[in-house]
């Protein structure tokens, strides 16, 4: 069974950056675990933010473009998430998540099965 770990929340004034990383367990096959993050605003639905693909291909929504970078260790065992130019909109909580093998939406949450806790951003205007 995977498990995943966020750390690296916190509260940062507009303009500002953050490090999100998401510690893996119990993967043995990491070569084959499809990995991202996503968030949830209150009153929002969930949504894709970043995803990394098997062969390190990267995928990011339109509103984080230019702004995050998502990477991960070469052993697979860590994901991150750079976010620069933070924007109060970017307020919510970040969730890491994965599953075997890439699915055909690539930010859609619902293809995911493996998620972490949470990690709470909170952007001050």
């Known amino acids: 069974q995977v498990q995943l770990v966020e750390s690296g929340g916190g509260s940062v004034q507009s303009g500002g950056s953050l490090r999100l990383s998401c510690a893996v367990f119990?993967?043995?096959?990491?070569?084959?675990?499809?990995m991202g993050w996503f968030r949830q605003a209150p009153g929002k639905e969930r949504e894709g933010v970043a995803v990394?693909?098997?062969?390190?291909?990267?995928n990011y929504a339109e509103s984080v473009k230019g702004r995050f970078t998502i990477s991960q260790d070469n052993a697979k065992t860590t994901l991150y998430l750079q976010m620069n130019s933070l924007k109060p909109e970017d307020t919510a909580l970040y969730y890491c998540?994965?599953?075997?093998?890439?699915?055909?939406?690539?930010?859609?949450?619902?293809?995911?099965?493996?998620w972490g806790q949470g990690t709470q951003v909170t952007v001050s205007s």
């Open positions: 998540a994965a599953r075997w093998f890439c699915p055909t939406n690539l930010l859609g949450p619902t293809s995911y099965k493996f």
């Open positions: 119990g993967a043995t096959y990491s070569n084959n675990l499809c």
């Open positions: 990394i693909g098997l062969l390190g291909i990267t």
